[in-house]
């Protein structure tokens, strides 16, 4: 916290090349807060702008100093400078490119918090990332064109931003994975419009005109969208369903253009800006339980969707002032010494926050976890919160509190359904990106061109930490063909299964003449189940064969320490408070974001010994 005058204001605002806003009051304010936006072009990024301002007129001991990089990288640079010099208390950033932005955010960070807005930076030097999940909008964008062409299919313009953005590579990519089970649809044509309107206008008219009507326009935003559909208007077309992204509202924005019959879909994708307040308060209050990264809501907006409602949030409970939360939490187990630390974390918590916790183990059973969850139905909880042992099967009893207006939480593990408002929000780790990060590990430490012979011990099959880790691991691999996974087999997360199946991998590659060269487990209790097993056949783990693991317990790091163990990404189970916050959070009326991913980091052996001491599970 620092007190500035208002003259300090103007040489910030200066000093950041920028107007600057600031609500009435007195002359001597508490925070001072740098907003670094990539453009103002946008509408999207003006929205994001007046979202920063609406929110913080909230404050009146809170002033804003916003720098229009005008899409110049040097410039952003030169305003995160310039904002710092000036004396913020914190910074958020939405960045014009991502990689070449992130050596002056990771300086920021060591200055002040930074929040990013929208695109992340290479690393994780930063304190909280905002924004929406730019491949998964993109899958739903192709689910909705494949659900309206149907077995038909059909011929598909897509209209790209601008060409190397981190937004445009991942919305193309989601929209073209969802597409690809359906051969009837074919993309015949790609324009890049560098997200403006007249530019789509413009290239589509052209291409439309050389190469004849098409079925569905993709558009990466509404302003491209809107300009697809002027094209076709202007050329008589009709029949060409247009679909955008963004959602904004106004009488500018994607939803009135579907209201309007202009656009055929759009897909809500909040700029985040609200919640970058909310949460840079949160920050500078040094509260419990703020996260890695939170992953905004994307939402289908047609007619149908309009019209019924299902777009309106839905009613939040209203307690009384000295009411005391009740929390219904169903837990998968005990199955590992992480899930143990999770548990204490979850009782812990919930004690600290004043919230009533009933608590149900549910001993690696789904039947039982989901009796568990209608029980807690049956008993009108305020909160219903668990970490489903599988994805599937989910959907009927979520209905079901959905029904009784009770609020559902998803910790560390994600559920398989269509409808996502079937939950509130999920919170825990990006098992995804766990996977890559023992994948780029792996590559870096052997740094090898020779073949490499992979086991991979997997979690409980369906379990979300067992597909996302192998989706992420094997994402990472296909760009180094000499890295082989010659073994999938599943020990369930525990540590004797680990020893068990480790026992008969390797009875079976010695039968076949084959050998490992790593082992990559999906939680640490499984390595170190290997691990013993391999001492057993006279394999020296660590040396004889490189292991890498998940999770960051301390029995992993006293494997590393004994030279046993030569990796361990951690997947933090502390997700006590993060949930309690977001349960009080939700209570009082705040937005929550569908995904909230918590803060996490890599352990190579090297590190092991001075790390341990600080280790609390």
């Not at 009488?251 to 840079?280: H, M, N, R």
């Not at 359904?417 to 098992?431: A, H, I, N, Q, R």
């Not at 000499?482 to 004797?496: L, P």
């Amino acid at each position: 916290m620092r007190v500035v005058t208002r003259a300090a204001v103007i040489l910030l605002a200066a000093a950041a090349l920028s107007t600057c806003h600031a609500s009435s009051g007195p002359s001597a304010y508490q925070y001072v807060i740098g907003v670094s936006l990539a453009n103002l072009t946008e509408h999207w990024r003006i929205n994001m702008r007046d979202e920063i301002m609406a929110e913080a007129q909230r404050y009146p001991d809170l002033r804003i100093v916003f720098a229009d990089a005008a899409d110049s990288t040097a410039r952003q640079i030169e305003d995160v400078h310039n904002l710092l010099d000036s004396g913020i208390d914190l910074l958020i950033i939405s960045p014009n490119e991502s990689e070449a932005l992130s050596p002056a955010i990771a300086a920021a960070y060591r200055k002040v918090p930074v929040i990013l807005l929208d695109r992340s930076v290479v690393g994780f030097d930063y304190t909280l990332f905002i924004g929406p999940d730019n491949r998964l909008v993109g899958k739903q964008a192709g689910q909705y064109v494949a659900d309206v062409l149907g077995k038909q299919g059909g011929k598909v313009v897509e209209i790209l931003g601008r060409s190397g953005s981190p937004p445009v590579l991942d919305r193309s990519i989601g929209f073209q994975e969802a597409i690809a089970p359906h051969p009837s649809i074919r993309i015949v044509g790609t324009l890049v419009a560098d997200w403006l309107r007249d530019n789509a206008e413009d290239k589509l008219s052209a291409w439309l005109k050389k190469n004849g009507q098409v079925d569905v326009v993709f558009a990466q935003n509404d302003a491209m969208a809107d300009g697809a559909h002027r094209a076709a208007e202007k050329l008589g077309i009709r029949g060409m369903r247009v679909v955008g992204i963004d959602g904004l509202p106004g009488p500018d924005g994607g939803i009135q253009l579907v209201k309007d019959g202009a656009l055929s879909a759009t897909f809500i994708c909040p700029t985040g800006g609200k919640e970058a307040i909310i949460y840079a308060i949160d920050i500078l209050h040094r509260e419990e339980g703020i996260p890695k990264k939170m992953i905004l809501r994307t939402s289908l907006v047609t007619e149908q969707t309009i019209e019924s409602g299902v777009l309106d949030a839905p009613p939040r409970p209203r307690l009384p002032p000295d009411h005391r939360i009740v929390l219904g939490f169903a837990q998968t187990g005990a199955e590992s010494n992480w899930r143990i630390a999770n548990t204490e974390s979850i009782k812990a918590a919930a004690r600290q926050a004043g919230i009533d916790l009933l608590f149900v183990d549910s001993e690696g059973q789904p039947a039982k976890q989901i009796a568990a969850v209608r029980s807690f139905i049956a008993r009108k909880v305020d909160v219903i919160a668990f970490s489903p042992i599988v994805e599937s099967g989910w959907e009927p009893v979520l209905r079901e509190a959905k029904a009784a207006g009770i609020p559902v939480f998803l910790s560390d593990r994600t559920v398989d359904v269509k409808d996502e408002t079937l939950y509130t929000s999920f919170m825990g780790s990006d098992f995804t990106e766990e996977g890559r990060r023992a994948a780029r590990w792996l590559i870096s430490y052997l740094n090898t061109d020779r073949p490499v012979n992979i086991v991979e011990l997997l979690g409980t099959i369906g379990s979300a930490p067992e597909l996302d880790r192998t989706s992420g691991f094997k994402e990472i691999l296909k760009d180094h063909p000499n890295y082989r996974i010659i073994v999938s087999e599943s020990a369930d997360f525990v540590r004797s299964k680990g020893r068990e199946v480790m026992q008969q991998v390797l009875r079976d590659l010695a039968a076949k003449g084959e050998k490992i060269d790593v082992l990559f487990a999906h939680n640490d209790d499984m390595a170190i189940g290997a691990i013993q097993a391999m001492e057993s056949a006279g394999i020296r783990p660590g040396r004889d064969v490189a292991i890498v693991s998940v999770d960051g317990i301390r029995d992993a790091f006293s494997a590393m320490i004994a030279g046993k163990l030569n990796c361990s990404v951690e997947c933090n189970p502390l997700l006590g408070p993060q949930l309690m916050k977001a349960i009080k959070d939700y209570i009082s009326g705040k937005e929550l974001p569908v995904r909230i991913i918590t803060s996490e980091q890599i352990f190579p052996a090297a590190v092991a010994r001075a790390v341990l001491p600080t280790r609390k599970y």
